[in-house]
């Protein structure tokens, strides 16, 4: 049978009324339970609705939970846009351009973006999905702990190109993230790091609470110190101005290329995720722009590219997880444990075995995206009017939901004591001009970087040539040096133009003077 | 100089060294493998060389910038992750901001003697009556149902637990 008609099959199987319903319900939960710090991540939200996907048959519940997914990372998109929380680590890039959109009264063409690049790179990534899935489980299978070291590597380093003005206060924000990382138990070896004798930090820190204390609380702070700030930002007033325009879609076509492209390559790789997606693909955008000083300012394609990737991911997260049974990300983790409990093995036999299951799957990621634009494309309105809100009554409700959410991680008080200090942190690192991001980004990556590189140490007998020895780790090192190599020129030389400029400005002006 | 990024980078120097010094104690190579404190000395070490790096550079003094006359640097319009220009002479920390942090940080040992419900009431009045004050109709009423509203969405309809207070009332959590 081939590949397109099992597809067709898939849809076929998907598309009945019964099935589209509960997946338009999954989308709309996703979305509501998505939106709440502590349950925003796609795959708490999955986790707690598991109970209900459970019971319906299991056909059904993956269509469902594929809609929940969605619906999920919409929300993560969301509350970063308009609140500057992101709620998951995917959303983490969306605060850098997407919140200051919403500050220049564009939070609608933000989302709109988000929605629009979502389902175009949903699609490509549905149909590489389909047609590449061998070939990509293939590769998959050559990646190793080098390739992946250098992955987060790539990813860590471009870090600094998304630092601003100061290269310096970028690596330092990088390496605080990567020393909080290691707060807690080594997994090698079980020596405890950094925990100060307490029981609390055995694990570690969780993500939320660093997430909320530097942004959410973090923004409110620096917010405050406008006297009288009242409604913060304009909600737009036409309708058109809740979606992108032409424009906006013109400028950001080649984000959504790449980041659709990367998204699915890196959601493909067993432990790739959206996350480290959204990252590269931010960065990449950013540094193959023609105005990279427009990212972090508000620039469109900064949304666009990132939730390109986003989303493709979910066509390339498949691969691992379908494949060769192996979760790509948290999400699909859960999604694993799906369907093992509905006694469904993944691996190579399951879409020989189970093809009424794998193909409706794969078709419902499909129909999921297309659900969400249906659904929130006319609901972006309604979410806007969130900024409408007074601040001085918008402020409370975000401090009061950080603590909810940094307490329902573990249901420790401990953890609402670290949400105070990171939110000091926070604070002072806005006002000393310290990017936040790049520790965020760094916390989220530095465990698996560590982990990958000790893998590799281990693997080559402490060689640390085996970083160049094997051929598409050898690639990655060399990308990442031509993409410094070039970010460190062109910064250079607008350097250079500027003081040009200024200089025969300069002698323009006294050459006017003196006639 | 820059006196704020001379003392972030004697903080972070302090910092780094304080994790280097920890980072030390632990086995850098232990059996031929990496150790537990392989990751952190690399870290830490990072951190160091940078807080080093800012001090000297917040010593040098800094360069006139070279601008057309009348031209405004794009850059020095408001940035992501920048705080605004506070005006001349104003505090580091202005008092609002203080004001709320205080409060917020007043929460926490709250909220394990009185619960969730109770702690955030008491929270909302002090931002909105003493911080912002605010005494409208509006102000109270959502001072008492937000973080009831918000109690009956995580607690019974989520089941999330949420802090309990040690009254034992029975009643939202209290």
Known sequence: MSVLHSLMEGFATAMTVNNLLWMVAGAVLGTLIGILPGLGNPAATLAILLPLTLRLPPTTGLIMMAGIYHGAKFAGATTAILLNIPTETSSVVLCYDGHPLSKQGRAGPAMGMSAIS????????????????PLAAELAVNFGPPEFA????????LVVSLAGKSPVKGLISMFLGLLVSTVGVDIFTGSERYTFGSVDLY?????????????????????????????????????????????????????IAIGSVLGFFIGA????????????????????????????????????????????????????????GLPGSASTSVMLAALLLYGVQPGPLLFTNH??????????????????????????????????????????????????????????????????????????????????????????????????????????????????????????????????????I???????????????AAVAVVADTVK | MRRSDAVLGVAVT?????????????????????????????????????????????????????????????????????????????????????????????????????????????????????VEKRRS??????TVTIPVVTWLLFVQLLGIELPNGLLRLGFLGI
């Open chain 1, 118 to 133: 979502g389902f175009i790179a949903s699609t490509v990534g549905i149909v590489a999905l389909t047609f590449a899935a």
């Open chain 1, 150 to 157: 250098m992955l987060m590597f790539f990813g860590l380093l």
């Open chain 1, 203 to 255: 694990d570690g820190i969780e993500f939320l609470i660093l997430t909320l204390g530097l942004f959410a609380v973090g923004e409110v702070m620096v917010n405050l110190e406008k006297p009288n700030a009242t409604t913060k930002f304009s909600a737009p007033k036409r309708l058109r101005d809740y979606l992108p325009t032409m424009d906006d879609l013109r400028q950001s076509r080649m984000a």
């Open chain 1, 269 to 324: 790789l067993p432990g790739g995720g959206s996350t480290m997606a959204s990252f590269v693909s931010y960065a990449v955008v950013k540094n193959t722009s023609r105005h990279p000083e427009r990212f972090g300012h508000g620039a469109i394609e900064g949304v666009a590219g990132p939730e390109a990737a986003n989303n493709s991911e979910a066509g390339g997260a498949m691969i691992p997880l379908l494949s060769l």
């Open chain 1, 355 to 488: 093809p009424e299951i794998a193909w409706p799957v794969i078709a419902s990621l499909y129909l999921g995206t297309i659900a969400l634009l249906v659904l929130n494309l006319p609901m972006i309105p309604v979410w806007v009017q969130i900024l409408r809100i007074p601040y001085w009554l918008l402020y409370p409700i975000i401090l009061m939901l950080a603590v909810v959410g940094a307490y329902s991680v573990r249901g420790s008080l401990f953890d609402v004591w670290l949400l105070m200090g990171f939110s000091v942190t926070g604070y002072l690192l806005r006002k000393l001009e310290v990017p936040a991001t790049p520790m965020l980004m760094a916390f989220v990556l530095g465990p698996q970087a560590e982990r990958t590189v000790r893998q590799s140490l281990m693997l080559s007998d402490n060689n640390p040539m085996i970083f160049l020895e094997r051929p598409i780790s050898a690639s990655i090192v060399a990308t990442t040096v031509a993409v410094i190599a070039f970010s460190v």
């Open chain 1, 490 to 504: 062109s910064r250079t030389r607008k350097r250079r133009r500027a003081a040009q400029r200024g200089l025969n």
């Open chain 2, 14 to 130: 302090l910092i780094g060294g304080g994790a280097l010094w920890m980072a030390t104690r632990m086995p850098f190579y232990s059996e031929n493998t990496p150790g537990p404190g392989f990751f952190p000395v690399l870290v830490s070490s990072g951190l160091v060389i940078m807080g080093l790096i800012l001090i000297r550079q917040s010593l040098r003094p800094s360069k006139p910038e070279v601008r057309a006359v009348g031209a405004v640097s794009q850059l020095d319009r408001e940035a992501h992750g920048k705080a605004p220009k506070p005006p001349q002479g104003a505090p580091f920390i202005p008092a609002r901001p203080l004001a709320v942090l205080i409060g917020f940080l007043a929460c926490v040992p709250l909220l394990g003697v009185l619960g969730f419900v109770l702690t955030a009431i008491l929270l909302f009045a002090y931002l909105l009556f003493f």
């Open chain 2, 137 to 142: 109709a509006g102000a109270i009423a959502a």
